[in-house]
């Protein structure tokens, strides 16, 4: 099952900074926050990931708490081509599992 | 350009048939998977593989089969004893299992009439 709650959908005024929370509040010590995104009927693609600390690559920024129970993926400027739907994601990482758990994800659809 | 193949886009198959979909990869990973989509739904892990003649099964395993006998191929078979086998198929890529980032294809979607 997977252990993260985001919200179906959310709007964002093209040129605007996107805000798109999670909740975690299971998470473990040792388990990432992941963030991919999936346009229609493609293969989802990565965004950034964190432990605990505030991350911020060329996509996107990452905003987790300190008490790691949420976090909040920043698109600071967003496009149309920001439209999908985006999932956040906890690692569960023990043996020889690599296994990325998607939830239903947040559709963010970007108006002109 | 480096990337992960998979074909045909759109399969279509009678009841009953096994039908194989089918994922190569050129950036030279050692670990590959297969997630499984319904509409409206997430991804579930259907078999993943860490290393050349090595799989795992995942999640949802039951009435799928894979090998990897080749570094750079992972392909899936989808057979009759599958309940439910009209989705969109997924195959994805990293460097290793413990890998951050894992590279999707661009799906099949198999529709079972």
């Known amino acids: 099952d997977a252990k993260t709650t985001q919200p179906p959908s959310m709007d964002c005024a093209e040129g605007r900074a996107a805000n798109l929370p999670c909740n975690h509040s299971?998470?473990?010590?040792?388990?990432?926050v992941y963030w991919y995104r999936q346009i229609h009927s493609q293969g989802p693609q990565y965004i950034i990931h964190?432990?605990?600390n505030n991350e911020t690559n060329e996509m996107a920024s990452l905003i987790i708490t300190e008490d790691r129970k949420s976090s909040t993926l920043i698109l600071p400027h967003a496009t149309l081509r920001d439209t999908a739907v985006y999932y956040c994601?906890?690692?569960?990482?023990?043996?020889?599992?690599?296994?990325?758990?998607f939830g239903t994800g947040t559709l963010l659809a970007v108006q002109p | 350009d480096g990337g992960i193949t998979q074909s045909p886009k759109y399969l279509f198959r009678k009841e009953g048939q096994n039908v194989t979909l089918s994922c190569e990869q050129n950036?030279?990973?050692?670990?590959m998977y297969w997630y499984r989509q319904d509409p409206g739904q997430g991804l579930r892990l259907i078999y993943y593989?860490?290393?050349?003649?090595?799989?795992q099964k995942g999640d949802i395993a039951e009435g799928y089969s894979v090998s990897r006998e080749k570094k750079e191929s992972f392909p899936l078979t989808v057979t009759s004893a599958q309940k439910n086998p009209t989705a969109f198929y997924l195959c994805?890529?990293?460097?290793?299992?413990?890998?951050?980032?894992?590279?999707f294809g661009p799906g099949t979607r198999l529709t079972v009439l």
């Open positions: 593989s860490q290393i050349v003649n090595d799989f």
């Open positions: 950036l030279n990973h050692d670990a």
């Open positions: 994601i906890v690692r569960v990482y023990g043996g020889a599992t690599n296994k990325l758990i």
């Open positions: 994805a890529s990293s460097t290793a299992l413990q890998s951050n980032e894992q590279f």
């Open positions: 964190g432990l605990k």
């Open positions: 299971t998470i473990s010590g040792n388990e990432y």
